[in-house]
């Protein structure tokens, strides 16, 4: 069935350092690919969104590319802070008309100071 | 607008009780969606509307469970005779939608987190 695979966590970073999560996803379709994050004692927030091949969605520094070649959707931020440490969770939109999400594991982000 | 919103928060029942959580969407949304979500995994789907009907089902939920939303505005998630495995986090999220090839986001309420004892 449609799945998602997400690196596992934690991540812990220096302030500062470069950020990759890797998610890749079953090729069912065509779906639009979305990261959310999750801070601590908060519910999800949508933080960026791809919906076709070769899309790049950006938000707050951080950014994600649609590859269909590889079916990869991994993060990335050139320089992260204390505030981003959250869980990452890549989710794809399956499903059809249906467009439920299926989420990965989540990857929790620990930036130190 | 104030985003969705779920009620209660945090629900502790003892098994064998019934349960019944609240969602309201956002007011443009016609779709409104339920996950579960539990202790160190992503949230799984669980259910789906498109206005007031009630278009997909997962096979995670079982025939204790049932929702409704009845005016295609707020919605219900009732669980009969809870049991110690339906603790966890009940989420909701709504979205525009209807429109084919067309993917909206979906916007996440808070939660209410369910503990069974």
């Known amino acids: 069935g449609d799945s998602v695979t997400q690196m596992e966590g934690p991540v812990t970073l220096s302030e500062e350092a470069f950020l990759t999560i890797n998610c890749t996803y079953t090729?069912?379709?065509?779906?639009?690919l979305f990261w959310y994050v999750q801070y601590p004692g908060e519910g999800l927030q949508l933080l960026l969104k791809a919906t076709k091949a070769d899309d790049k969605g950006s938000n707050k520094g951080f950014e994600a590319t649609y590859r269909k070649e590889t079916t990869s959707f991994h993060l990335e931020k050139g320089s992260v802070q204390v505030s981003d440490s959250a869980v990452y969770f890549c989710?794809?939109?399956?499903?059809?008309?249906?467009?439920?999400?299926?989420f990965g594991t989540g990857t929790l982000l620990a930036v130190q100071p | 607008d104030t985003g969705v919103s779920q009620d209660p928060r945090h629900k502790i029942t003892k098994r064998g009780q019934n349960v019944t959580f609240r969602c309201d969407p956002i007011?443009?949304?016609?779709?409104l969606y339920w996950y579960r979500q539990t202790l160190g995994q992503g949230p799984e789907f669980l259910t789906y509307f498109q206005n007031e009907a009630q278009l997909e089902k997962s096979r995670l939920l079982s025939d204790r469970f049932s929702a409704e939303r009845p005016k295609g505005s707020f919605s219900t998630l009732e669980i009969q005779r809870t049991e110690q495995g339906d603790s966890a986090m009940y989420l909701c999220a709504s979205s525009l939608g209807g429109v084919a090839g067309v993917t909206y986001e979906q916007y996440f309420g808070p939660g209410t987190r369910l503990t069974v004892t």
């Open positions: 090729a069912t379709g065509y779906p639009s």
């Open positions: 007011s443009e949304h016609n779709r």
């Open positions: 989710a794809p939109a399956y499903g059809g008309a249906t467009n439920k999400l299926i």
